[in-house]
DNA sequence: AATGAATGAGACTTCATTCAT
DNA sequence: TATGAATGAAGTCTCATTCAT
């Protein structure tokens, strides 16, 4: 308590640092990017990085964690009305971030090369999700709105569309008319369709 | 034509130089790979990869593009019965690239930074696949295959798709039981359910 | 007089400093010592260093001019029963100091690089006791009791004899069984044996 | 053999470097030697050092060797007549190799704090050094020409006024009317004297 | 008087590219 | 044409020192 005030200071002086190297990270990829420009946009000296990050590795970690925080927050807010809504709505928020930051690649791309990206950043947030969206349709499949497809295959494939358009809109191809929602209930609207139980239901969702 | 064997003589010293070049950056990423250690696994010295091509970004672009011409390659030998097995073909051979190589992010990362390799990888064979998707998909809904959805979106949600299944792949996340072909046809299973006309047509694909 | 408190207590720090520079001095050596840990070891803050010490070197040429008048004040204590038995007193203290502290060599390195420590440790301190031995070699030599060598020779390898025996000590190189005395009176045994003037007196060290 | 010249011209740039390294850190010691002057003197670029040698502990190691190397080669060449001329000699050729390079100390005080150093220069040298010592010394005990002394204290003794003088000509006490050979002889008569049997014999090294 | 975050000079090291052989 | 040693720009990181609080 008698610290809060130089708590919050260094807390903010971390934020500040991160955010310019998640602005820089998102412009140039992490090899591409200096300490030197990190620094420069945070408007700190290049000594200062160090005080708080014990390397450049470490801040992309600091980012990819932020970044996967930001995901699992995102997906707590979300009320949906039905699966189908979730879905939407999951997907238009990562659309929308999609635009916003363009990290999303720097990520996965570098997970390859270095393991604690990969553990913060793949293993915690992807793999929770894809097990969730697993977990989702076994029990949907079970009571019947969706038909007997294979569990596993299906939470992929929709994580992998979401990832593709993610990749996508990096590449810069966009849907131009689309807004991230429009987006999201279009995509959504295809995948449900091919999962869900024909037979028994009417096009309902 | 008097300069015949001189020509085979470099274009095979070439191949040879891209082959390593795609190994290497296959393995370490092309910001990782080192022209020392492209030179050794090509069993040349550094300096012949200078008389070959001009840069190390040079490398990566003759690599790009004659990972963009295997695509396309593939993409003509498939014979389909039908659009649906077209899909299901692609994405085998798609899925089972990437298994053999995991090339795939490396130029989806790099064509971020590097306008030659989006302009090789990205624009000529990505638009071009997604266009022709595109094409396709439109021709498929004025016949009544498929239902009124925006051919747009449709084109990129299957590339999306396939992108995010090589995506995930280069991570790790496989799905162990299934081989390629098997996969393709699932996955089209889900797609192709999603986009068909129902109304028209019983469960039949 | 008014201020005594005040200086007790500023004394008192320097002290506490001095005493966490030489401990990680001795550890360390001075050039991978950082302020950093001797602040931490003497619980101050970095600055607080700078307060009591203009700079690094300044906190080696205390701890050295501590050391110096450690040996002098050693000196002093010995109280002999003729020159031999304090030749063996002396190397004991020497040898017991260096096992303790081993701080000699990094003094004896750094006084090559630093004209301070040089002048503090090796003249004050190592000048001092070299002309002293040689004025009491001299003496024994005009009274018969050592043989006619040359005094400045004799006095420097005795003097050497020590400082070998404090290096060896600090490379782990030890004579496992001996104690600091046990030691010191054997080495005495062979140089005062190797000096004194064997016609006029049978053995008798 | 085909190879001969370039390997001359490799071997020839080595020693080019290795001389430079050993100059600078004669005159600098390790730590405050930069990479950048050592480049300097060898009249090299900074990044050709790196293709000689892996890193700037590997250039302290290499000279290291090449120091202990030396010492072995200078007392392979001796030629005494009887181990007290040996004697006498060893320790000219150690004071006058002294003179020349001021390395000593530099080795004796990195191998505190890289394994490397001590393992070449420490163990290998001066370990072997100390060894072959204190069996000779075994050796002149049993015939009876020395007396009765500890051999391994004996042996320590010798090496440690050898370093102590090392260490004194380092710090600029040299005792001034001396040549390496006088002094060898003088020290050696010392010693020597301080180990021989008396009673057996009359004086007469 | 004490603190410790900020600084920035400068160290070591890597590696794409060149060029004499 | 092939070689690979040499280059040097540029990057990451350390740490003694300062100074606002």
Redesign the interface.
Known sequence: MIETRRDRRIAARQAQILDAAAHVFSQ??Y??ATTKEIAEVADVSEGTLYNYFANKRDLLIGVARAYADEIMADMAIIQPEGYEDYLAQFMANRFRRGRERRLF??F??E???NEDV?RYY?EEA??HI?AQTEQNIRDLIAQGTLRD??P???A??M???????A??F??G?T?NH?SPEL?GT??T???????RN??ENG?ES
């Open positions: 140039k990829g090899q591409n690649m720097v996965l791309y997970s390859r090369w990969r793949v992807m793999h894809i497809v294979d596993t295959i299906a992929r494939t994580s992998a569309t979401i990832m593709g358009f990749a996508l990096e590449l191809i849907v689309s987006l279009q995509v609207d295809i995948l449900w369709n091919g999962l024909q037979e096009r």
